[in-house]
């Protein structure tokens, strides 16, 4: 496994949750250089990139998310955080990071993913 999502649990609507996202030692090195993004996916539904954060530092959101979470990156530490406030039933999924390319195409193979469930 390249990337280690975690965080997840159950939430009432309204309330928080962090997650964070560690690229193994194996892709380590090409971490830095890498747009890095968080994706969600529920049962049936294609995995959907929500937030993304570039080398450079600058972030991207859907509008569904903005306002609400928070992408952010340590390099040193070869990680990649979201910060989700507001949770609301809508986002319940499985939350995966990876790199990505403009566009939204993924880069790396996926790893293991975290699940938010949030309750109404």
């Known amino acids: 496994v390249q990337l280690q999502a975690s965080g997840g649990g159950l939430v009432q609507a309204g309330g928080s949750l962090r997650l964070s996202c560690v690229a193994s030692?194996?892709?380590?090195?090409?971490?830095?250089?890498?747009?890095m993004g968080w994706y969600r996916q529920v049962p049936g539904k294609e995995r959907e990139l929500i937030a993304g954060i570039t080398s450079g530092g600058v972030t991207h959101y859907t509008d569904s998310v903005r306002g609400r979470f928070t992408i952010s990156r340590n390099n040193g530490r070869k990680t990649v955080y979201l910060q989700m406030n507001s949770l609301k039933p809508e986002d319940t999924a499985v939350y995966y990071c990876?790199?990505?390319?403009?566009?939204?195409?993924?880069?790396?193979?996926w790893g293991q993913g975290t699940q938010v469930t949030v309750s109404s």
């Open positions: 990876n790199a990505y390319r403009p566009g939204g195409t993924y880069v790396w193979d």
């Open positions: 030692r194996s892709i380590s090195s090409v971490f830095n250089p890498n747009h």
